[in-house]
């Protein structure tokens, strides 16, 4: 069994080496690495490896952290070489505003798994403040009114009202005509 999974990383190698305009799936992807670690061409396997993990990890410390950790390479190569049958396909596609679009590959065509169309997405703080800003942007005060928190102090004397809210900052209000009407904020 052994040497029939050697010849499908060789195959696997060769088709690599051949199709250089070929975009490896996922599962030929693991499989080469786990080629590569099982023969201990560490060189392979840092290639391999994302440049943001390049950036994150010199190749002096990548070897460090496999030559310290045998155990676990051992265990990851048993991982690798049998990929699960069903690979969902899935990818990220990070903007440079911080908004992502997930992508997953369904009966061989690529189709969009987020709400494309949650333009005010507040799942996260940084999704939140990045959907305020736009909120401010486009004008859309209405949306605006959803950051505003439920748990902020207000108090009413007749005719006057303050709210306090963070630390030590304060709108006051004035009703007139029946309508409230901001008067100062600080």
């Not at 009114?145 to 306090?164: G, H, W």
Request: hydrophobic fraction near 40%.
């Amino acid at each position: 069994m052994c040497w029939v999974r050697n010849i499908l990383s060789l195959v696997l190698l060769l088709t690599y080496l051949d199709c250089t305009n070929r975009i490896l799936s996922p599962t030929d992807s693991l499989l080469l690495y786990a080629d590569a670690l099982e023969r201990k061409d560490y060189h392979k396997m840092y290639e391999l490896m994302s440049n943001k993990y390049k950036k994150r990890i010199s190749y002096k410390e990548f070897l460090k952290i496999i030559k310290e950790n045998p155990k676990e390479v051992k265990s990851l190569i048993k991982l690798l070489q049998y990929p699960p049958e069903a690979v969902i396909q899935r990818t990220i596609i990070e903007y440079d505003s911080g908004e992502r679009l997930i992508l997953v590959l369904e009966d061989g065509e690529w189709k969009i798994d987020s709400n494309i169309f949650d333009f005010y997405n507040q799942s996260t703080p940084l999704r939140a403040l990045y959907s305020f800003v736009r909120a401010i942007k486009n004008k859309r005060y209405n949306i605006l009114l959803r950051f505003i928190p439920k748990n902020i102090d207000v108090e009413i004397y007749d005719k006057r009202a303050t709210i306090r809210y963070y630390k030590n900052h304060e709108v006051h209000l004035i009703l007139e005509d029946g309508l409230w009407k901001i008067e100062s904020w600080n």
